[in-house]
């Protein structure tokens, strides 16, 4: 899928800020009562908590912190320490009060020091994949340095901050800001931050490999370790202000949104074969950009959770909520994948785009040695619209030679000579609603004209392009081939009839009312997870059996969500939305003229190891 840190490298057009490169907007600050319809595609679903849970400004947050003679204020990396300063700076004056200012960053490591610390989990400088870090944040600063900051007793107020600085032994409040993955890749491409302990900006490539396998590993464990001494959340992705609640209030929406229907606000980027489905649909995706290649539609790793209370928005990371009730979200499978969450959608884009590159993804054994995952990349692409002759690469001709595909490939590659893929790769033409099947060490690709939904298991940057049709990124670079990872990993008996037989889904109905269907679109038995359809004219209840479903409306205009605890959301055609495993049952009623149909993921009874 999100076919390694490239895509995300390039620069957006119609943004020009030093801020952050992006033509995609930030989340509002506020929000109208209303502001999108039922029958609509919402770019920015929130959770109401009720009126006073949500403060806006620093001037209300001062408020609070005059109340304590210190108080901490930490947060994930790609925050604008500066500005924060500043800001809080000029409320304090505006109140006469005396503050003494500690930056915890003086006392991190050399940045010398830190890169010899990190570069064995940095891949070659050519790679675009490391290994995960088996550090602590707490590695990356002189901790004796830490232990000796103490508070200026003629100040009214000590203030300690920066990236870390809960780290510190006072005992005093703490301040979180947090930060959405996607406005730290926008901010990384301006070259506004920089990865932790760094002075200097990297190309946008190395930076993002060092966030996803060092940076975000440690400050994801930071976090987790802090939800429960924290005061104060805050959400710091607006310039010059900031939306903040108090942790109690934050803990109890955790709570209760373990429990009930919730969606995850989606964020959307340009690819080098993207096309123009989304632009065409969504009527929120700014219609200058020039394509687009995904979704993320519900990419945990990458989403957040939007709270909303009086108009004020606050949007805290996905893994917040897995690490307080990983239990109630994932039910009987939260001892088998622990805080991550399994199971990914989104969409990839191809409608008068171009084909995605001939690819294939590693296997359980080989991500685990050699990056440091988990899960591995086993996906399947459910086809939400295609024009008529859209087509699938999936599996081997009969006749494949791998010695002579690999000559061909690699003579490509040096030379920029076209392949006929076909005489290799299997094309399948596309109809609405299948499901192919691609388990890893799958050779595949999306042919133009598709919208894909990717179902998938939750990792999403381990791709290994063998063929990508000659092209050029976004920015007019070569993209990157992965030959020797894709040889190292590809399943060559995955060819002739048995790709028919195997990996396209033979869909049928299990159960069935008075006006509703249940059928069962099977996934490989490599798949850890399995896919039905819910299709019906009125409405159909739903079990969830102590697993999470994930779930999306692939045909109609809207469905009502009443979850077992009485809570009702609509939510439109598109729209992915999840029904926790405590959640216990649900029932879909459909809003629209005809049949509605829902596609549902959920992880296998049967699995208790990853094999």
Same mark, same amino acid.
């Given at each position: 899928?999100?076919?390694?840190?490239?895509?995300?490298?390039?620069?957006?057009?119609?943004?020009? /800020?030093?801020?952050?490169?992006?033509?995609?907007?930030?989340?509002?600050?506020?929000?109208?009562?209303?502001?999108?319809?039922?029958?609509?595609?919402?770019?920015?679903?929130?959770?109401?908590?009720? +009126?006073?849970?949500?403060?806006?400004?620093?001037?209300?947050?001062?408020?609070?912190?005059?109340?304590?003679?210190?108080?901490?204020?930490?947060?994930?990396?790609?925050?604008?320490?500066?500005?924060?300063?500043?800001?809080?700076?000029?409320?304090?004056?505006?109140?006469?009060?005396?503050? *003494?200012?500690?930056?915890?960053?003086?006392? %991190?490591?050399?940045?010398?020091?830190?890169?010899?610390?990190?570069?064995?989990?940095?891949?070659?400088?050519?790679?675009?994949?490391?290994?995960?870090?088996?550090?602590?944040?707490?590695?990356?600063?002189? %901790?004796?340095?830490?232990?000796?900051?103490?508070?200026?007793?003629?100040?009214?107020?000590?203030?300690?901050?920066?990236?870390?600085? +809960?780290?510190?032994?006072?005992?005093?409040?703490?301040?979180?800001?947090?930060?959405?993955?996607?406005?730290?890749?926008?901010?990384?491409?301006?070259? /506004?931050?920089?990865?932790?302990?760094?002075?200097?900006?990297?190309?946008?490539?190395?930076?993002?490999?060092?966030?996803?396998?060092?940076?975000?590993?440690?400050?994801?464990?930071?976090?987790?370790?802090?939800?429960?001494?924290?005061?104060?959340?805050?959400?710091?992705?607006?310039?010059?202000?900031?939306?903040?609640?108090?942790?109690?209030?934050?803990?109890?929406?955790?709570?209760?949104?373990?429990?009930?229907?919730?969606?995850?606000?989606?964020?959307?980027?340009?690819?080098?074969?993207?096309?123009?489905?989304?632009?065409?649909?969504?009527?929120?995706?700014?219609?200058?950009?020039?394509?687009?290649?995904? /979704?993320?539609?519900?990419?945990?790793?990458? !989403?957040?959770?939007?709270?909303?209370?009086?108009?004020?928005?606050?949007?805290?990371?996905?893994?917040?909520?897995?690490?307080?009730?990983?239990? !109630?979200?994932?039910?009987?499978?939260?001892?088998?994948?622990?805080?991550?969450?399994?199971?990914?959608?989104?969409?990839?884009?191809?409608?008068?785009?171009?084909?995605?590159?001939?690819?294939? *993804?590693?296997?359980?054994?080989?991500?685990?040695?050699?990056?440091?995952?988990?899960?591995?990349?086993?996906?399947?692409?459910?086809?939400?619209?295609?024009?008529?002759?859209?087509?699938?690469?999936?599996?081997?001709?009969?006749?494949?030679?791998?010695?002579?595909?690999?000559?061909?490939?690699?003579?490509?590659?040096?030379?920029?000579?076209?392949?006929?893929?076909?005489?290799?790769?299997?094309?399948?033409?596309?109809?609405? *609603?299948?499901?192919?099947?691609?388990?890893?060490?799958?050779?595949?690709?999306?042919?133009?004209? !598709?919208?894909?939904?990717?179902?998938?298991?939750?990792?999403?940057?381990?791709?290994?392009?063998?063929?990508?049709?000659?092209?050029?990124?976004?920015?007019?670079?070569?993209?990157?081939?992965?030959?020797?990872?894709?040889?190292?990993?590809?399943?060559?008996?995955?060819?002739?009839?048995?790709?028919?037989?195997?990996?396209?889904?033979?869909?049928?109905?299990?159960?069935?009312?008075?006006?509703?269907?249940?059928?069962?679109?099977?996934? *490989?038995?490599?798949?850890?997870?399995?896919?039905?359809?819910?299709?019906?004219?009125?409405?159909?209840?739903?079990?969830?059996? !102590?697993?999470?479903?994930?779930?999306?409306?692939?045909?109609?205009?809207?469905?009502?969500?009443?979850?077992?605890?009485?809570?009702?959301?609509?939510?439109?055609?598109?729209?992915?939305?999840?029904?926790?495993?405590?959640?216990?049952?649900?029932?879909?009623?459909?809003?629209?003229?005809?049949?509605?149909?829902?596609?549902?993921?959920?992880?296998?009874?049967?699995?208790?190891?990853?094999?």
């Amino acid at each position: 899928m999100y076919e390694t840190s490239e895509n995300i490298a390039g620069k957006s057009k119609g943004a020009g /800020s030093k801020r952050r490169v992006s033509s995609q907007p930030l989340l509002p600050q506020q929000i109208k009562t209303g502001e999108f319809t039922d029958s609509e595609y919402n770019m920015y679903p929130c959770h109401s908590l009720g +009126a006073g849970k949500i403060f806006g400004g620093y001037a209300s947050l001062v408020q609070w912190m005059l109340q304590h003679p210190v108080v901490i204020i930490d947060g994930y990396g790609g925050i604008f320490w500066k500005e924060v300063k500043q800001c809080l700076q000029a409320e304090f004056t505006l109140k006469g009060t005396k503050v *003494h200012w500690i930056d915890v960053s003086a006392c %991190m490591k050399t940045e010398e020091a830190i890169n010899e610390m990190v570069v064995p989990f940095m891949g070659t400088p050519e790679s675009v994949w490391g290994t995960r870090f088996n550090g602590k944040l707490a590695d990356f600063f002189n %901790m004796n340095e830490m232990a000796a900051l103490q508070a200026d007793k003629n100040a009214n107020c000590t203030i300690i901050y920066g990236t870390g600085a +809960a780290l510190v032994s006072l005992n005093a409040p703490v301040v979180y800001l947090d930060v959405p993955k996607n406005e730290i890749q926008y901010r990384m491409r301006a070259g /506004s931050i920089t990865n932790l302990g760094s002075k200097k900006v990297s190309r946008s490539a190395e930076m993002y490999k060092r966030f996803y396998f060092i940076d975000w590993v440690v400050l994801n464990e930071h976090k987790q370790n802090l939800l429960n001494k924290i005061a104060v959340m805050a959400d710091g992705q607006w310039e010059g202000s900031l939306n903040w609640m108090f942790a109690d209030v934050l803990k109890t929406a955790l709570s209760s949104i373990s429990r009930q229907v919730f969606r995850v606000r989606p964020w959307f980027e340009a690819g080098a074969w993207g096309g123009q489905w989304m632009k065409e649909k969504i009527k929120e995706l700014n219609k200058d950009e020039v394509n687009y290649a995904w /979704s993320f539609e519900l990419i945990v790793p990458e !989403n957040g959770l939007v709270f909303e209370s009086d108009g004020n928005l606050l949007e805290v990371s996905f893994d917040c909520l897995m690490f307080q009730e990983n239990n !109630n979200v994932l039910g009987k499978h939260a001892g088998l994948f622990g805080y991550e969450f399994p199971i990914r959608f989104d969409f990839l884009d191809t409608w008068a785009g171009g084909n995605l590159s001939i690819q294939c *993804h590693p296997t359980l054994k080989y991500i685990r040695e050699n990056f440091g995952e988990t899960i591995t990349q086993d996906e399947t692409y459910y086809i939400l619209d295609c024009r008529e002759g859209a087509q699938v690469y999936l599996g081997f001709q009969e006749g494949i030679d791998p010695v002579g595909f690999r000559q061909t490939l690699e003579n490509s590659k040096a030379n920029k000579l076209v392949v006929p893929i076909e005489e290799y790769v299997q094309s399948h033409t596309a109809s609405k *609603h299948d499901l192919f099947l691609i388990p890893n060490g799958t050779v595949h690709s999306a042919g133009i004209n !598709n919208l894909v939904l990717e179902i998938s298991a939750t990792p999403y940057i381990f791709t290994f392009k063998m063929y990508d049709w000659l092209r050029l990124d976004l920015n007019g670079e070569p993209r990157a081939i992965n030959i020797e990872h894709a040889f190292n990993n590809l399943n060559f008996e995955r060819k002739g009839a048995r790709v028919t037989e195997e990996l396209i889904s033979k869909q049928q109905v299990i159960e069935k009312g008075n006006d509703w269907a249940l059928v069962h679109c099977p996934t *490989h038995a490599a798949h850890f997870y399995d896919v039905h359809r819910l299709e019906f004219e009125t409405r159909i209840t739903v079990q969830t059996n !102590n697993t999470c479903h994930i779930l999306m409306l692939v045909e109609g205009s809207a469905v009502t969500v009443e979850a077992g605890d009485g809570v009702v959301e609509t939510f439109s055609y598109a729209e992915t939305f999840v029904m926790p495993a405590a959640a216990k049952s649900y029932t879909l009623i459909n809003k629209g003229a005809g049949v509605a149909k829902v596609v549902k993921a959920f992880c296998k009874e049967n699995i208790t190891e990853l094999k």
